[in-house]
């Protein structure tokens, strides 16, 4: 089943449930193992509605799976032996949360993962172990290799050496509040840019169109003059090119008249020439 189809069914299971059952949805749902969406489950009144609830950890669990890391859940869990009380955050008590199991564990881990991955191209081991309280080299490595072949990070390559993990990118999380009102405001800054962009295009196109005109209008003259020049050519060859029009070159000598010698009737030694036509 795709992850669009989890979520869509984890939803139309929490709509209409009670408390307590969309508590077991939440538990169930931050355990899948595919699962790493939740911030359309969150955002159901139902689940919103637990935080007046006995079921209030509940919700406070599903935000941090949603916008959250590992280091959210410690101290908040009573060190693993139940509901812990919670501490404050400057802003009022945060509600204890439930006990992880294993795969909520397990789960929680790789967000956090996926949240140091991002817009980093080198990860320390060092951090990743400080972030998702690991104890070792070989637990961070087992925690980095699961989350490539769950397709969380790309390009990931294990660096023991250097002790780096090398990413080229990573699957994005949930937005919180702050997030998205931060993108509007990007996405504003970015249509003010682009609408700068379009006016100066705006502007070229209606030059160009303008010069167009302009060519085409030149264009139009030259024809109209050629024209003109042709019409005036063929008006004067037909009226005969004037009465002063003289034959040139082979017409010429096909225009003279032609001469014969007349016969010497008395012997005289002088010829006479006449034209005949």
Not at 48 to 70: C, D, K, M, P
Not at 209 to 237: N, P
Request: charged share 20%; glycine share 12%.
């Amino acid at each position: 089943m795709s992850e669009p189809d989890l979520v869509a069914g984890y939803c139309n299971a929490a709509a209409t449930a009670t408390p307590s059952t969309v508590a077991a949805i939440i538990a169930d749902a931050t355990a899948h193992p595919h699962l790493y969406t939740y911030a359309a489950l969150l955002a159901l009144p139902s689940v919103q509605a637990l935080s007046t609830t006995v079921h209030a950890s509940s919700l406070a669990l599903l935000r941090v799976f949603a916008f959250g890391t590992y280091a959210d859940i410690l101290g908040r869990t009573g060190g693993g032996d139940g509901i812990g009380d919670g501490d404050g955050d400057g802003s009022g008590p945060r509600p204890a949360l439930p006990l992880l199991s294993p795969a909520q564990t397990l789960k929680l881990r790789r967000l956090t993962l996926m949240s140091l991955a991002r817009g980093v191209s080198r990860l320390p081991y060092a951090t990743i172990a400080s972030a998702l309280d690991l104890p070792s080299t070989r637990a961070v490595e087992d925690v980095v290799i699961g989350a490539i072949y769950e397709g969380l990070l790309s390009g990931g390559r294990l660096d023991p050496r250097a002790g780096v993990v090398k990413v080229t990118g990573c699957r994005g999380r949930d937005l919180t509040p702050v997030d998205v009102a931060a993108l509007g405001r990007g996405v504003a800054a970015w249509r003010k840019r682009a609408g700068g962009v379009l006016g100066v295009l705006g502007g070229e196109v209606d030059h160009a169109r303008e010069v167009g005109l302009a060519v085409a209008a030149k264009r139009r003259e030259a024809a109209d003059a050629a024209a003109a020049v042709a019409a005036a050519a063929a008006a004067v060859g037909a009226s005969g090119g004037g009465r002063d029009a003289r034959p040139t070159g082979r017409d010429a000598r096909r225009a003279r008249p032609s001469r014969r010698p007349m016969d010497d009737h008395d012997g005289d030694a002088t010829r006479m020439f006449v034209d005949v036509p």
